[in-house]
Nanobody, 115 residues
Framework: QVQLVESGGGLVQPGGSLRLSCAAS????????MRWYRQAPGKQRELVAA???????NYADSVKGRFTISRDNAKNTVYLQMNSLKPEDTAVYYC?????????WGKGTLVTVSS
C-alpha cells in the first residue's frame, strides 16, 4: 500500500533553514508527481510546492525564491528545502501524491518558526 513518511521538521529561528524529507513506498515513485502541502493553525491546507515525474516544479507565490522541491527517484524520496523561513511558515507540512482521484497523505511534520 502507498505510504508517505515525512521527517525533518522542528523549531527554527526566523531567517533559518530546514530540509524536509518524504520517504515513499508502495508505488512506482518515479512516475508520479509529488507535492508538499501545509496547514497552519486555524487555516485551510494549502499547496506549497509540486514536482512532476519529469522534475518540473511549481510553487506557491508565498514561498517562491525561498523554498525548493526536489526528488531522488533512486531513494523514493522527495525533499523540500526551506530557506529564509518566516514566522508565517509555521505549519504542519504534508507530503502528497495521487493516483487518479485518490489522494494519499503522510501524517505530517511540524515546522515552527519562532525566536
Amino acid at each position: 500500500q502507498v505510504q508517505l513518511v515525512e521527517s525533518g521538521g522542528g523549531l527554527v529561528q526566523p531567517g533559518g533553514s530546514l530540509r524536509l524529507s518524504c520517504a515513499a513506498s508502495g508505488f512506482s515513485f518515479s512516475i508520479y508527481s509529488m507535492r508538499w502541502y501545509r496547514q497552519a493553525p486555524g487555516k485551510q491546507r494549502e499547496l506549497v510546492a509540486a514536482i512532476t515525474s519529469g522534475s518540473i516544479t511549481n510553487y506557491a507565490d508565498s514561498v517562491k525564491g525561498r523554498f525548493t522541491i526536489s526528488r531522488d527517484n533512486a531513494k523514493n524520496t522527495v525533499y523540500l528545502q526551506m530557506n529564509s523561513l518566516k514566522p508565517e511558515d509555521t505549519a504542519v507540512y504534508y507530503c502528497n501524491t495521487n493516483r487518479g482521484a485518490v489522494d494519499y497523505w503522510g501524517k505530517g511534520t511540524l515546522v515552527t518558526v519562532s525566536s
